[in-house]
């Protein structure tokens, strides 16, 4: 199957979900933006000038670079802004189809829309156009120094600006420009929340899907973008304040070395993430964040929203060692502060221990490794 649209012409893969067999066409590592390589390093994405003849797209591209924690390796790649879309065959509504485009999680750290991670055939089965993106992660993503040239937000303006793609674009697959949804899981699901509070993302999609994240976990903004800039860039050796300066030298910089100096020290590093989303300062050309999460949601504009969790999915965030600190009944405050980071008052905390340890709600060592769980989940 071949669609041509502004860019080009492209040509899919046929294949068939694996419980219904149901035919459809995938077309993977589309560019939606120029590689943000070189002088775009940091920068907000720029529009693709598109390719002669026809571009064969049967085949994933990079994951944007990152550091995987659990095999402590960096893997991707800088040239990472593709997308992928899938779409069905056998179209039962004879009419344009809706279209789902997946913001994946991962903390803005790491993660890919990868079809391996996330299937998309129960989707399709239900003759639903899915469309994973890939975007800027970490420092490549969310370094902020405050200057049109290292706005901050990099990874969220992919987003949007892969969002405006779909929907300059999605006609051509079938798609309905007026019936989409944009959902996510975690700091994808955290996106999402931004993406509906954002006025740069205003219009661009009908419907929304908030799978365990929102802009308000502490773990998804940072006040302290500027002074994780000058640490990252002080590691790194250089010395400067100057914003530009810093920029320059960072620009030169490999990724590999930049991801890697971001990467946990320890188990207790966990979850405390430096490059995040920030506020955007008043010098910033079209920012995406022009203020603080609360006071954008104060005045978003209205889509109908699907928003859960899962129930006691913190115990990702659990280690061995810290559910025996939990054990001991002396060290379940300063544990709780902790996780936490210490962001909450005394009298916050207690209520807290109380809520889930008072001995007279724990009936079993069952009960208090949930409720380990449990007030693991309120952070997560």
Not at 313 to 324: F, N, P
Request: net charge negative; with cysteine; glycine share 6%.
């Amino acid at each position: 199957m071949e669609v041509v649209i502004e860019q080009g012409a492209l040509k899919g893969l046929q294949k068939k979900t694996l419980l219904s067999n149901k035919p459809y066409v995938s077309f993977l590592g589309i560019p939606y933006a120029q590689p943000p390589v070189n002088d775009l390093r940091f920068k907000a994405p720029v529009k693709h000038p598109g390719w002669s003849g026809v571009l064969n797209a049967v085949s994933e591209r990079d994951k944007c670079t990152q550091y995987v924690f659990m095999t402590n390796h960096i893997v991707g790649s800088e040239d990472c802004l593709y997308l992928n879309i899938s779409v069905p065959q056998q179209n039962e509504l004879n009419g344009k189809l809706a279209v789902m485009i997946f913001i994946h999680g991962g903390a803005f750290n790491y993660g890919s829309g990868s079809m391996n991670e996330y299937s998309p055939d129960y989707f399709l089965d239900e003759n639903v156009i899915v469309v994973p993106i890939n975007y800027r992660l970490n420092a490549l993503g969310f370094l902020n120094l405050d200057i049109d040239e290292c706005p901050g937000n990099v990874g969220l303006k992919d987003q949007l600006f892969a969002i405006k793609w779909v929907k300059a674009n999605i006609a051509a697959f079938g798609g309905d420009v007026n019936n989409i949804t944009i959902f996510g899981e975690s700091a994808g699901s955290a996106s999402v929340h931004y993406h509906t509070i954002s006025p740069q993302s205003r219009g661009l999609f009908q419907k929304a899907i908030m799978q365990s994240g929102s802009a308000f976990n502490p773990w998804a903004f940072t006040e302290n973008h500027r002074a994780s800039a000058y640490k990252l860039a002080k590691n790194l050796g250089c010395l400067s304040i100057d914003p530009k300066e810093i920029l320059k030298y960072l620009k030169n910089v490999s990724a590999i070395d930049l991801v890697k100096e971001t990467e946990f020290k320890d188990e207790t590093d966990f979850m405390d993430y430096k490059f995040v989303p920030s506020i955007e300062s008043d010098a910033i050309s079209n920012p995406f964040l022009p203020a603080y999460p609360k006071t954008l949601a104060t005045s978003t504009f209205p889509v109908p929203v699907i928003i859960g969790v899962n129930n006691m999915e913190g115990i990702v965030a659990l280690t061995e060692d810290r559910i025996s600190l939990f054990s001991d009944d002396h060290h379940i405050t300063d544990e709780i502060s902790k996780l936490f980071r210490n962001r909450y008052s005394t009298e916050t905390i207690s209520k807290i221990k109380d809520f889930y340890f008072n001995k007279s709600n724990i009936s079993s060592e069952t009960m208090k490794l949930e409720n380990i769980c449990n007030v693991s989940t309120i952070y997560w």
